[in-house]
């Protein structure tokens, strides 16, 4: 069993006259979540994010979508990517990179991570239409912009083929769990070692 000092979990909140969100968060969990951004297709993509990887996440999220879904969107990926960094600390022991891709049925999308502390994201998905159910197809960037920017990772993610827009946005989430299951790991070889030959990650 973990101890105190082991553990990495964090929990964040983040409240604004747009939006009032709470994360809580475990890297080292078994993919259980609790999800409520009053946003359906946006819970399921949690949801997936959270089963894949195996991270424990609860999320609780108020927001003005009497106006859009833009700032709940964004605000979520802000504050899950606050949490991911602050669990994982000093950032020791970790595998850092991960590549995956995942096929869904006629869609293939591929994910690339550095968990660096240099925030970066690029971004090679198209979508066939301007709304997925009432969710504007262009948020998704924006989550996963606040997510990489706040996780101080680097996010590299390409929709290589696909059609159905549903599945190009699920498997990008997916995409997303796998690689940072595999990346935020502690590698038994490099543990206690910040993966980098600065000694440091981020400058």
Not at 45 to 69: C, F, P
Not at 177 to 202: M, Y
Request: charge should be negative.
């Amino acid at each position: 069993m973990k101890t105190e000092s082991e553990s990495r979990s964090a929990t964040v909140e983040r409240k604004t006259k747009e939006t009032n969100v709470s994360v809580s968060l475990d890297l080292d969990g078994n993919g259980e979540y609790d999800v409520d951004t009053g946003i359906g297709f946006l819970d399921h993509m949690l949801e997936q994010l959270s089963r894949h990887s195996l991270m424990d996440l609860k999320v609780s999220a108020k927001g003005d979508l009497h106006i859009d879904y833009h700032h709940t969107t964004e605000d979520t990926g802000i504050v899950i990517g606050e949490a991911v960094r602050r669990a994982l600390g000093d950032f020791k022991g970790i595998r850092r990179y991960a590549t995956s891709v995942i096929p869904m049925d006629e869609t293939c999308t591929r994910v690339s991570i550095d968990v660096s502390q240099r925030p970066y994201l690029v971004w090679k998905v198209n979508f066939t239409k301007p709304k997925l159910g009432e969710m504007d197809t262009e948020l998704f960037k924006e989550w996963f912009q606040a997510f990489a920017q706040n996780a101080g990772i680097t996010l590299h993610i390409e929709n290589m083929y696909g059609e159905n827009n549903h599945h190009i946005v699920e498997s990008c989430f997916k995409g997303l769990a796998r690689a940072l299951r595999e990346a935020v790991e502690i590698d038994p070889r490099t543990s206690g070692r910040v993966p980098s030959t600065k000694g440091v990650l981020g400058n």
